[in-house]
C-alpha cells in the first residue's frame, strides 16, 4: 500500500476500504432511482434531487481532503464538482473528473501519477460522452 502514500494522506486501508464501499452503495442507489430511468414511469427528474443531495452529503465531507494547493489535484475535482449538478448525474462528473485528472496530470508532465486502469477509465468515459 506505500504506492498511494496512505499514511500521509491521514488515512488507512479500513477507511479506505469503508469508503469505497459507501460509494458504490451509493452508486448502486443512484442507478436505482436514475432520473431518467424514474422520468419513464412519470416521476420527474426534479423529484429525484432527494437521492442527489444524499449522496452530496456523503461527498461534501470529502472537499476537505482535496490538496487545494496542488492544481492537478484541485481542477479534476472542481470539475466533477461543478458536472455532477449540471448534469443531475453522478457517474457523468465522476467521468469528467477522471478525464479532466488524466489531461491535466498528463500536460503537467505527470505520468508517474497515472496508471494503466486510471487511463482506461478515461478513455471508456470519453467514448461514452458522444454517443450521448
Not at 122 to 127: E, G, K, N, R, V
Amino acid at each position: 500500500m506505500l504506492h498511494f502514500h496512505l499514511a500521509e494522506h491521514g488515512t488507512t486501508v479500513r477507511t479506505e476500504i469503508i469508503a469505497g464501499i459507501t460509494t458504490f452503495l451509493s452508486m448502486v442507489y443512484i442507478l436505482a432511482v436514475y432520473p431518467s430511468v424514474m422520468g419513464e414511469i412519470g416521476i420527474p427528474a426534479f423529484a429525484t434531487a432527494t437521492a442527489l443531495i444524499m449522496v452530496a452529503f456523503l461527498m461534501i465531507a470529502q472537499i476537505a481532503h482535496i490538496n487545494f494547493n496542488d492544481l492537478t489535484e484541485a481542477i479534476p475535482c472542481l470539475v466533477a464538482i461543478i458536472v455532477m449538478p449540471f448534469s443531475y448525474n453522478i457517474a457523468d462528473g465522476i467521468g469528467f473528473g477522471f478525464i479532466a485528472w488524466t489531461g491535466v496530470n498528463l500536460l503537467c508532465g505527470h505520468r508517474e501519477r497515472l496508471n494503466p486502469i486510471l487511463i482506461g477509465a478515461s478513455i471508456l468515459f470519453l467514448a461514452k460522452y458522444p454517443f450521448l
